[in-house]
C-alpha cells in the first residue's frame, strides 16, 4: 500500500502529481465518449425527482481527471434547465493534483478561476460556462454537508491496497522489497509474520487464497454513508472491478500497453480492481447498496440506445459516425468496457423501502425504480 500511494501521488515523483496522470497510459470512459456523462447527469436528476426535487443539490466528483465527466453531466442539466429552475445546484470536484486542477477549471470555466485563502476548504472556485459555481477540495471531509450527488468514475481503483496471500502458517502480507540480488529492482516478498493489516483487514469468512482490500475506499464508503444517512442524496461508483471473487489484479499500464508494476516507480499508472464486497461491507448497514450491475447492462438500462440514434441521425458526416459507432463499442462491447466496467450505487434505504406505517394500509404510489439498476420502460 505505501509503494503504490508513493509510486502515484509523492509530491515530487508520484505519476498523478508529476504528470497530473492524463495523457495516453489509459483511457477513461468520460474522454472515450459523452454517453456515460450525459447518462451519469440523467441519473441524477432521475434521483433528485424520486427524492421530491430538494431546493438545493451538490454535485460531488472524486478525482474527476481532465474534467470531461462533470461537463457532460453539466450539459444534461442545461439541457433540461427548465426541470432545475428552482434548485440551487452547485458543483464541488475532490482533486489532489494541481496539473488536473488547472485542466478541470479549462474545460469546465474557461480558466476564469481564483484561488482561495489558506483558511476555507475550497482552494479554488470558479463559475462554469452555463453559470454554476464550481469548488475545488484536497479531501472529502473539507466538501459541504448537504444534499448531494457523489460521482467516483475510475477513483477506487488508484487508491493503495494490501495484499494478502495465504499459507500453512496462516495469513501473509504481500510487501516490497529490494532484490539483494539486484540493489537497483524491487520484489515481492511475504512478511515474515503476520502484520497490523493482515490482523485488521481480513475478513473471517474468506475463502479466496490471495485477497486485495483497500481500506482507503472502506473509510470512504463510510464517509459517504454517513453523509447520504443524514443529509440524502446518493452516490455512484463506477469502475473495473468485482463482487468479491478475483485475487490478483495489481496491475501497470504505460502507453496502453502492460507495465511490470515494480519497474521504474512513478512513471506508469498503478491499479487495482474494486472489490464491492468490501464496499458493500464497509457501508455496515447505514445506507441501502445496489449492484455491481455490468456497464453495458447499465447504459442499455438507461436508454443510451436511443440516446445513440440521435447522435447517429445527428451526425453529418461518417467520420463522426465511425467514431460514434467506435466509442459505442468501446463502452458496451462484453470484451472492451461492458462487462469489465460495473456501476455501484449507495442510497438512502428510505430509497428502497417505504417507511413503515401502521396506521396507514392503503398503500402509498410504490416507489420509483432506480434508474439503471433494473429495465426501464420508456414512456
Known amino acids: 500500500a505505501e509503494y503504490m500511494r508513493e509510486a502515484l501521488t509523492n509530491p515530487g515523483q508520484g505519476y498523478y502529481t508529476r504528470r497530473g496522470g492524463v495523457g495516453g497510459d489509459f483511457v477513461t470512459a468520460p474522454e472515450v465518449s459523452q454517453l456515460p456523462g450525459e447518462v451519469i447527469g440523467l441519473w441524477c436528476l432521475s434521483e433528485w425527482m424520486a427524492a421530491g426535487r430538494p431546493a438545493a443539490m451538490q454535485l460531488v466528483e472524486l478525482g474527476p481527471g481532465t474534467g470531461a ?9 442545461k439541457q433540461l434547465a427548465s426541470l432545475l429552475s428552482k434548485c440551487d445546484l452547485s458543483i464541488h470536484l475532490v482533486e489532489v493534483s494541481p496539473k488536473l486542477s488547472e485542466t478541470q477549471a479549462q474545460m469546465l470555466t474557461g480558466g476564469k478561476v481564483q484561488s482561495n485563502p489558506e483558511d476555507e476548504a475550497a482552494y ?25 450527488f457523489y460521482i467516483a468514475h475510475e477513483f477506487l481503483d488508484a487508491l493503495p491496497i494490501h495484499k494478502f496471500q495465504r499459507t500453512e502458517k496462516g495469513w501473509r502480507e504481500v510487501l516490497v522489497d529490494i532484490d539483494p540480488e539486484a540493489p537497483d529492482q524491487l520484489r515481492f516478498v511475504l512478511s515474515p509474520s503476520s502484520t497490523p493489516a493482515t490482523e485488521n483487514f481480513i475478513q473471517p469468512e474468506e475463502t479466496r487464497d490471495h485477497v486485495e482490500v483497500c481500506p482507503e475506499a472502506g473509510v470512504l464508503i463510510q464517509r459517504l454513508a454517513s453523509r447520504i444517512e443524514k443529509d440524502g442524496g446518493a452516490a455512484l461508483i463506477a ?32 491499479t487495482a480492481d474494486v472489490d464491492f464486497s468490501y464496499l458493500r461491507k464497509m457501508a455496515q448497514g ?16 438507461m436508454g443510451v440506445d436511443l440516446r445513440m440514434q ?8 461518417s467520420a463522426t459516425r465511425e467514431q ?11 470484451k472492451k468496457m461492458g462487462d469489465r466496467f460495473h456501476f455501484f450505487a449507495l442510497l438512502p434505504h428510505h430509497r428502497l423501502t417505504p417507511p413503515h406505517k401502521e396506521h396507514n394500509l392503503q398503500s402509498k404510489s410504490p416507489l420509483p425504480p432506480v434508474a439503471g439498476f433494473g429495465e426501464l420502460l420508456l414512456k
Open 69 to 77: 465527466l462533470t461537463d457532460d453531466i453539466l450539459r444534461v442539466f
Open 324 to 334: 460514434l459507432l467506435h466509442s459505442y463499442d468501446m463502452l458496451m462491447n462484453p
Open 239 to 270: 469502475d473495473y472491478g468485482h463482487d468479491g471473487t478475483k485475487t490478483d489484479t495489481f496491475r501497470g499500464f504505460r502507453n496502453h500497453k502492460l507495465h511490470d508494476v515494480l519497474k521504474a516507480p512513478g512513471t506508469a499508472d498503478l
Open 286 to 301: 447505514k445506507i441501502a447498496t445496489l449492484g455491481p450491475i455490468k456497464q453495458r447492462e447499465f447504459l442499455k438500462n
Open 310 to 317: 440521435v447522435l447517429l441521425q445527428n451526425s453529418r458526416d
Open 124 to 148: 479554488m472556485k470558479g463559475i462554469s460556462k452555463t453559470g454554476i459555481p464550481v469548488y475545488w477540495y484536497r479531501g472529502i471531509q473539507d466538501v459541504p454537508q448537504g444534499y448531494s
